[in-house]
């Protein structure tokens, strides 16, 4: 889930640079209706008259889950809404393809004047919040395993929590120093550092130990 700024930063993108949009498929910040069908979730009212931005709306997903807030963006065509939904002093901020909503109920209208305030942000700030996101995605990707077991997938979760671990083939390195082994049991770590390994192998124990009192409780 994004942040407001991102959801801002990219809205703003998508009016000065087309390719820009086609890479992050994201919507600008307006109710862009020109070419695209009505949509039979939107509110035929909404789509008429294309006071979407600043709308109170209860949302239906597909699997029954219910969010209400403000729209912040929306666009048919681009298939998105963006919902800001306030959760205390906090606002979430939501991000759904219209495909996987069941319904969308107005439950307020935009006051009226409505205009949505977007924050100056610079094709600079812009290229930086793009090569952000791909370093987490890139990150995100990396900590995914290749064809290891979901136990395997657990054990790096955990011990990538406290120390930085990486792939290498079915094998965990951490902190470049360690090599875990499937099973990936305190015995299967080999490194020549024994006071990194020694706390690995503290670790890795912790972590099993709590993986054995879920399996406990599961059963």
């Known amino acids: 889930m994004l942040d407001l700024f991102a959801c801002s930063a990219f809205a703003i993108l998508t009016r000065f640079d087309q390719s820009k949009r086609n890479q992050f498929d994201l919507p600008p910040n307006r109710m862009d209706t020109t070419s695209a069908p009505p949509n039979p979730v939107i509110p035929v009212e909404l789509q008429q008259d294309h006071k979407v931005i600043g709308a109170k709306v209860r ?22 809404l963006v919902l800001e939904e306030q959760d205390g002093v906090k606002f979430l901020t939501h991000i759904f393809y219209l495909e996987t909503l ?49 136990e395997a997938q657990t054990v790096f979760d955990a011990l990538n929590k406290t120390m930085p671990c990486a792939w290498e083939d079915a094998y965990i390195r951490v902190m470049g120093e360690v090599l875990i082994k499937p099973p990936y049991r305190p015995q299967n770590c080999m490194s020549t550092n024994l006071q990194v390994l020694s706390r690995v192998k503290i670790v890795l124990e912790g972590e099993q130990r709590k993986l054995m009192k879920c399996e406990e409780v599961d059963v």
């Open 102 to 150: 069941k319904d969308v109920k107005i439950l307020e209208s935009p006051p009226a004047g409505h205009v949505l305030a977007l924050p100056s942000i610079s094709a600079n700030e812009l290229e930086r919040v793009e090569q952000r996101y791909r370093v987490l995605a890139k990150r995100v990707l990396a900590s995914i395993g290749q064809n290891v077991s979901g």
């Open 59 to 80: 949302v239906v997903t597909a699997s029954n889950e219910i969010f209400e807030g403000i729209i912040f963006t929306m666009d048919p065509k681009a298939n998105f």
